[in-house]
Every structure is written in structure tokens, then in C-alpha cells.
């Protein structure tokens, strides 16, 4: 799985929105 893969940095980026939040 390629890391700069459009998908893959949208689901990390929602992540760590999440996890911005939580702080």
C-alpha cells in the first residue's frame, strides 16, 4: 500500500483530527 495514497492520508487526517479533539 502506497503511503501517499489519496485514501490513505484522508483517513489520517481524520484521525488525528479526532485525536486533536480529544486533547
Avoid: W
Avoid at 1 to 23: F, G, H, L, T, W
Wanted: negative net charge; contains cysteine.
Amino acid at each position: 500500500v502506497d503511503d501517499n495514497d489519496p485514501e490513505i492520508m484522508e483517513c489520517v487526517r481524520y484521525v488525528d483530527a479526532k485525536s486533536s479533539m480529544r486533547v
